[in-house]
């Protein structure tokens, strides 16, 4: 089994909203990811947790605040968030950071 | 910086024909994986290829990773519209302060008119 489930699927907010976006994985992977995707793009890396502590953060605003509260759940914290915020948001896992990446089916995000 | 290259980055073709998809770069890749993603959804992995020179195949798609590994190819045969999305490459970006990053090609966007 390679799944990596995400909820909600879709998420409209305003930009005083606190939310959180939720990531799940059963495969006894150790590594995990967050990623925000614009349309017809690449995914862009947001932050990488491997073994449960944060690995890297590609420079994210702090009103992206991730958490990692066991190895097989991710969480990421939004509030303030702006317009250009909105995106697709993805989550993958992998064995070892430099292992094959699953990908989730994603939280479509909408600030308004 | 390790660098992955898609082309075409736009292929809009008929039902029946086949097509190539290239992913080339200057440097070395343990492994590549090709994802294929559909809009509003998460990208699917079709493949990784590990070994220089390996050719792996999921049913009319043919995938090849070149024998420097530093280059791949997805072929499809006989397209369908239900082969319509975006086509990902992507590799471990390296060592260093790029260790658990993956560099992504930019894309190709593949519509399958019936």
């Known amino acids: 089994d390679t799944e990596v489930t995400q909820t909600p699927k879709h998420l409209v907010m305003g930009m005083t909203n606190k939310k959180s976006l939720k990531c799940e994985q059963h495969m006894g992977h150790r590594a995990m990811y967050w990623y925000k995707q614009k349309a017809k793009k690449p995914p862009e890396l947001m932050f990488v947790?491997?073994?449960?502590?944060?690995?890297i953060n590609e420079s994210v605003p702090s009103r992206f605040s991730p958490e990692c509260p066991n190895s097989s759940l991710l969480n990421l914290h939004l509030h303030a968030l702006q317009p250009e915020d909105s995106a697709l948001y993805l989550c993958a896992s992998s064995q070892g950071a430099t292992d094959t990446q699953y990908f989730g089916p994603g939280t479509r995000l909408t600030v308004l | 910086t390790q660098l992955l290259e898609q082309s075409p980055q736009f292929l809009s073709i008929q039902e029946g024909e086949n097509l190539t998809v290239y992913c080339n770069s200057s440097s070395v890749f343990s492994s590549l994986q090709w994802y294929r993603q559909e809009p509003g959804e998460g990208p699917v992995l079709l493949v990784t290829?590990?070994?220089?020179?390996e050719v792996k195949k999921l049913k009319r798609l043919t995938f090849q990773f070149g024998d420097a590994r530093k280059d791949s190819s997805l072929h499809i045969t006989a397209a369908q519209p239900g082969d319509t999305g975006l086509y990902l490459c992507?590799?471990?970006?390296?060592?260093?302060?790029?260790?658990?990053?993956?560099?992504f090609g930019q894309g190709t966007i593949l519509t399958v008119h019936p």
């Open positions: 992507a590799g471990p970006a390296g060592g260093g302060t790029s260790y658990g990053k993956l560099t």
């Open positions: 290829v590990v070994t220089g020179g």
């Open positions: 947790y491997s073994y449960e502590k944060l690995s």
